[in-house]
C-alpha cells in the first residue's frame, strides 16, 4: 500500500507535460494490446463460426444429395410396383398359366426391369411374387453370401404397407436395399409380391466426391440404428462410431466434442426422408490452423506500432502543453475573483473551445434554467390535458343507467332493454384484468349481443343457442364466441335474402376436449375464401372486406393459450352457409 502512495505521490508531482506522456503511454499500451488482442479473438471467432456454418452447410448438402439419390431409387421402385403388366402377370395365379405363357410373362416383365436398370450403380433388381414367381435382372444374377434372404425381404416390406424400406448392409457386402411391397392397385391391401432393389453403396461414396469437404474433414453416414453406410477412417471404427452416435442424438446440430482423445468441431443432420445421419467432423487443430499464423502477425505489428507511438506521444505532450502554459495568468485573475477575464482563443481545439466556453458560461446557465423550467410547465400542462381528456368508465355506466330510468319513466321498454344490454357488452370489454370467463358468461354476453342486433335488423335475424349443462360453469378465454357469432352475422345472414338463422351449440367430444359450433344459413363462400379467414391476410372479396380479423384472432388465441391442436376451422358452402368450429381443452393450462 506504501508503494502504491509513493507512486501515486511521485505521478503527481511530475511536470504536466511528463504526466501527459505516461498517460499517452498507457493508453496506446492499452489500447494497441486491446484492439490487437479483440481484433485476434474475434477474427478467430469468425473465421471459426464462418468455417463451421460453411462445414454445417455442407453437410446439409450431402445429406440433401444422398436423399435425392435414393427417392430416384424410390421412385423407381414404385413404377415398378404400379406397373399395369407387373400387377397383372402377379395377379394372376400360376396353375392356371401354361409354360408357354408363363415364360412370355417373364420376359415381359424383364423387358420393363431392364429400362430401369444401372448396372454402374446397381447390382440387382428382383420381384418374388406371392403367386410363385420370381424375376431378377440380370437374369443370372443369384444371391451369394450371408446376407438377407428373398424371406427375410418379403417379411420385412410387409410391415411397411407399400411404401419403400431401406436397409443398410454396407459395412458387411457393401450394398444398400430398396424393399417395397406391391400391393393390388385395386384393393390397395391385397399383397402381390415385393420388389427388391440393391445398390452398391459406392454410389454414395461416389457423391461425396463432388461436394467441397475441409480438407481435414470427413464424412460419416449413419444409418437410422447408428451403423455406418459411409465412413472415413478413423473414424469407422466401432470406438469412434460408438462416441459419434451418441453426439448425434438429436435430429440436428453442431457442437465441439472429444473423439478419441482429440477435439473435433462435429455437425450433423438427420434425413427426414430415411431417418440416416449425415456427420461432418474437423479437427479444431485444423480449424484454427490459420488464427495462430494470424496471432504471430499481429504480434510483430503491434509491436511496430507502440514504438512509433511512444515517440509521437513525447511530440504531442509537448504540442499540448504549449497553451496551457498560456492559460497561467488569467487563470490566476479568476482564482483573485475576476470574472470579466477572456481567456486567449488560439485556435479551434479543445483549449480554444474551452476558452470560448468560459466567456459564455453565465449566460448558457441562464438559457438552460430558463429552458428547463419552460420545459416543466410544459410537461405539467401534457399531464393536466391528458388527465382531462380521460373518460372513468364508472361515468359511462352511470350515463347509460340515466338513459335506462329516463325510457322505463317513458315507457320505452325496447330502450331499456338495448342499453341494459350494452352496459353488459362494455362491462366485459372494458375489463381488461379478467381474461377468462365461464361458458355461462359467455352466452350472456352473446344474448346481449344478439339482442341489440335483433332491435337493428327486426325478424330478418333469428338465434337458437342450446349448450349442455355440464360446460356452463366450465371457464373459457373470454370472448371466442362472440366474434364468431359476430361474422356470422355481419357476413352471412346480413347478406342474405330473406330471414337469417344463427345456432350456437356447445358439447363435450368423446376425448375431453369441449367444441362449440357456430352456424348460419347465410350466402356461405367458397373453400378457397374460408381458408383465407384464417390466413395472415384477409382474402381479396370486396364484400368480405374486414371480415376474418375476429376469427383470425381468436384463432390464435386459443393456439397460443392450449397449443396447436386447438383452434378453429371453417366449414361453408356457397349458398348454403358457413359452420364455424372451435375446438378447447376441457380445462386451462397452469401457466395461463
Not at 504480434?299 to 507502440?306: C, D, E, G, N, P
Request: with cysteine.
Amino acid at each position: 500500500m506504501g508503494i502504491m502512495r509513493r507512486l501515486y505521490r511521485g505521478f503527481i508531482d511530475l511536470k504536466i507535460q511528463d504526466k501527459i506522456f505516461l498517460c499517452f503511454v498507457v493508453v496506446i499500451i492499452a489500447s494497441v494490446l486491446g484492439i490487437g488482442i479483440s481484433s485476434y479473438y474475434k477474427s478467430s471467432a469468425i473465421f471459426g463460426k464462418k468455417t463451421s456454418r460453411y462445414n454445417v452447410e455442407t453437410v446439409q448438402q450431402i445429406s440433401t444429395s444422398v436423399d435425392y439419390t435414393l427417392e430416384r431409387i424410390d421412385d423407381l421402385s414404385g413404377i415398378l410396383a404400379f406397373d399395369q403388366t407387373i400387377q397383372r402377370v402377379f395377379n394372376t395365379d400360376m396353375g392356371a398359366m401354361s409354360e408357354r405363357e408363363t415364360i412370355a410373362a417373364v420376359n415381359e416383365i424383364e423387358s420393363i426391369m431392364i429400362t430401369h436398370y444401372n448396372s454402374q450403380i446397381m447390382r440387382s433388381i428382383e420381384i418374388y411374387g406371392n403367386n410363385g414367381l420370381v424375376v431378377k435382372v440380370p437374369s443370372s444374377f443369384n444371391e451369394q453370401g450371408n446376407g438377407p434372404t428373398p424371406k427375410q425381404f418379403v417379411e420385412m416390406a410387409s410391415v411397411y404397407r407399400g411404401k419403400t424400406k431401406w436397409l443398410n448392409d454396407a459395412q458387411e457386402h457393401g450394398l444398400l436395399y430398396a424393399v417395397r411391397e406391391i400391393n393390388e392397385l385395386q384393393t390397395a391391401v391385397k399383397p402381390l409380391g415385393t420388389v427388391i432393389i440393391s445398390l452398391k453403396s459406392s454410389m454414395v461414396a461416389d457423391l461425396l466426391k463432388n461436394v467441397d469437404f475441409d480438407q481435414s474433414g470427413a464424412v460419416l453416414l449413419m444409418d437410422e440404428n447408428g451403423s455406418p453406410v459411409i465412413a472415413s477412417e478413423p473414424f469407422g471404427q466401432p470406438q469412434a462410431v460408438e462416441e459419434i452416435r451418441q453426439i448425434a442424438a438429436f435430429s440436428s446440430g453442431s457442437s465441439i466434442q472429444t473423439i478419441g482423445g482429440e477435439r473435433y468441431f462435429v455437425s450433423f443432420r438427420t434425413s427426414e426422408y430415411t431417418g440416416w445421419k449425415t456427420v461432418g467432423i474437423i479437427s479444431l487443430d485444423k480449424l484454427y490452423e490459420d488464427s495462430r499464423m494470424i496471432r504471430e502477425w499481429m504480434i510483430v505489428v503491434t509491436l511496430v506500432i507502440l514504438l512509433f507511438a511512444f515517440v509521437l506521444a513525447r511530440i504531442f505532450a509537448q504540442t499540448i502543453t504549449r497553451p496551457i502554459k498560456r492559460m497561467l495568468i488569467p487563470m490566476k485573475k479568476v482564482q483573485m475573483g475576476d470574472l470579466d477575464v477572456s481567456f486567449p482563443s488560439g485556435g479551434k481545439d479543445e483549449i480554444g473551445i474551452l476558452s470560448t466556453g468560459v466567456n459564455h458560461m453565465v449566460s448558457q446557465i441562464h438559457s438552460l434554467v430558463e429552458e428547463s423550467y419552460r420545459g416543466k410547465i410544459l410537461l405539467q400542462q401534457s399531464e393536466l390535458k391528458a388527465l382531462q381528456a380521460q373518460i372513468n368508465p364508472h361515468f359511462l355506466y352511470n350515463t347509460l343507467e340515466s338513459i335506462n330510468w329516463m325510457a322505463k319513466m317513458n315507457g320505452v321498454d325496447p330502450i331499456c332493454g338495448m342499453v341494459t344490454a350494452l352496459g353488459d357488452l362494455m362491462r366485459i370489454s372494458i375489463n381488461t384484468e379478467k381474461e377468462f370467463i365461464t361458458v355461462e358468461e359467455e352466452i350472456k354476453y352473446i344474448s346481449d349481443y344478439l339482442y341489440i342486433q335483433k332491435v337493428r335488423f327486426g325478424d330478418r335475424v333469428q338465434a337458437d343457442i342450446r349448450m349442455e349443462d355440464e360446460l356452463l360453469p366450465i371457464v373459457i378465454p373470454k370472448l371466442i364466441l362472440q366474434p364468431i357469432v359476430e361474422n356470422a352475422l355481419l357476413h352471412g345472414v346480413q347478406m342474405k335474402k330473406g330471414q337469417g338463422l344463427i345456432r350456437v351449440r356447445g358439447r363435450k367430444a368423446d376425448g375431453g376436449d369441449i367444441i362449440f359450433e357456430v352456424e348460419d344459413n347465410g350466402g356461405g363462400m367458397t373453400a378457397k375464401q374460408a381458408d383465407a379467414l384464417l390466413a395472415d391476410e384477409s382474402i381479396a372479396d370486396p364484400q368480405a372486406k374486414g371480415s376474418g380479423i375476429g376469427i383470425r384472432n381468436v384463432n390464435q388465441r386459443i393456439r397460443y393459450i392450449f397449443g396447436k391442436d386447438y383452434g378453429v376451422t371453417v366449414n361453408s358452402v356457397p349458398g348454403e352457409g358457413t359452420v364455424v368450429r372451435i375446438r378447447i381443452a376441457s380445462s386451462l393450462p397452469k401457466e395461463a
